[in-house]
C-alpha cells in the first residue's frame, strides 16, 4: 500500500414528490432486491435522492448512477451489488454521486423533513457494498463521496467488524480458480465520517490502484485490505496501491511500522 503526504483538493421505482416547506426535491424509492435480478437501473438527477431503507441486495442486470445523484440510507440501511452487477457509477468533479444518511441535509435536501432536529454522525447507516460474490469485471466507479456509514455489523470470511463498528464503503475484486488477475484503476472516491471508512479485497493476481482519494475523519481505520491467507501461511492477497490520496493532515496516514507519526486516518 502506498501513500502520498500531501492534500488533494476537494472533490468536488416509485417516485414520490413531496409538498412541504422542506423538500423541494423528487425522491425515488429504492425497492428491495432480496436476491434478485435487478433488471436495468439507471438512477437519475431528476429522481434524486434516491432513499434506501432497507436491506438492499442487487444481482444481475446493471446499475448505472448520473452524476449528481445523491443517494441516502435510513438506521441500518445497507445497499450490496453484486460482481454480476454491470456498475457504472461515475460523477464528475463537479458533480459527484454522494451516498449517506437521511439525516445529511447538506446534499439532496431536508429528506427526513425535520428541519434542523437531527444532524449526520457516524455509524448513522449501514454500508455500501460493491463487487462481492464473484470475479469483478463490471465496475467503472470514480467520485463519489461516502458519508456517515458503518452501524451495521458485517461477518465476512476475511473478517468481522460489530454494530457501529464497521467500514462504510467495502469494495471487492475476487478471484476463483483458474482466473488470470486483473488489475484495476479508480479514483477520486471520499470515504468519511465513518466508524472505518474504506475496506478492499484484492484476489490473489490482481491489483487495484486507487488515486486522486480521500480518506479522512474516521474515527478508525481510513483505510484496510482484507489479508487472504494462503497455503504458507502468509498473505496472499493481490496488490493494493492507494497514492496521492488525502488522510485528514499533512503528515499521512497513521501506521504502526510504515508511518508511525502520521496523524491522519489509519491503515
Request: net charge negative; hydrophobic share 40%.
Amino acid at each position: 500500500m502506498n501513500w502520498t503526504r500531501h492534500p488533494i483538493a476537494s472533490l468536488s421505482f416509485v417516485v414520490l414528490v413531496l409538498a412541504t416547506p422542506h423538500i423541494a426535491l423528487a425522491e425515488t424509492l429504492v425497492p428491495p432486491f432480496p436476491n434478485s435480478f435487478a433488471g436495468t437501473q439507471v438512477w437519475t438527477t431528476a429522481g434524486s435522492p434516491y432513499i434506501v431503507n432497507g436491506d438492499v441486495y442487487m444481482r444481475f442486470g446493471s446499475l448505472t448512477i448520473e452524476p449528481g445523484v445523491v443517494v441516502k440510507f435510513a438506521a441500518g440501511a445497507n445497499l450490496r451489488v453484486h460482481a454480476d452487477v454491470h456498475m457504472n457509477i461515475q460523477g464528475i468533479a463537479s458533480a459527484p454521486i454522494y451516498f449517506t444518511s437521511m439525516q445529511d441535509d447538506s446534499v439532496g435536501g431536508d429528506t427526513n423533513n425535520d428541519g434542523s432536529a437531527t444532524t449526520p454522525h457516524p455509524a448513522a447507516w449501514g454500508f455500501l457494498s460493491l463487487g462481492g460474490g464473484s470475479w469483478n469485471s463490471n465496475m467503472q466507479l470514480s467520485y463519489i463521496k461516502v458519508r456517515y456509514g458503518g452501524a451495521t455489523g458485517i461477518s465476512t470470511i476475511y473478517d468481522s467488524y460489530s454494530a457501529g463498528d464497521a467500514p462504510a464503503l467495502i469494495l471487492e475484486f475476487q478471484w476463483f480458480l483458474g482466473s488470470p488477475g486483473r488489475q484495476y484503476a479508480l479514483s477520486n472516491i471520499e470515504v468519511s465520517h465513518s466508524p472505518h471508512g474504506l475496506a478492499v479485497y484484492v484476489g490473489p493476481n490482481n491489483s487495484v490502484e486507487i488515486t486522486n482519494s480521500s480518506f479522512h475523519d474516521n474515527t478508525g481505520e481510513g483505510a484496510h485490505k482484507f489479508q487472504i491467507r494462503n497455503f504458507q501461511g502468509g498473505d496472499g492477497a493481490g496488490g493494493l496501491n492507494i497514492a496521492n490520496s488525502w488522510w485528514g493532515n499533512p503528515s499521512g496516514p497513521h501506521h504502526l511500522t510504515a508511518n508511525p507519526t502520521g496523524t491522519g486516518d489509519a491503515v
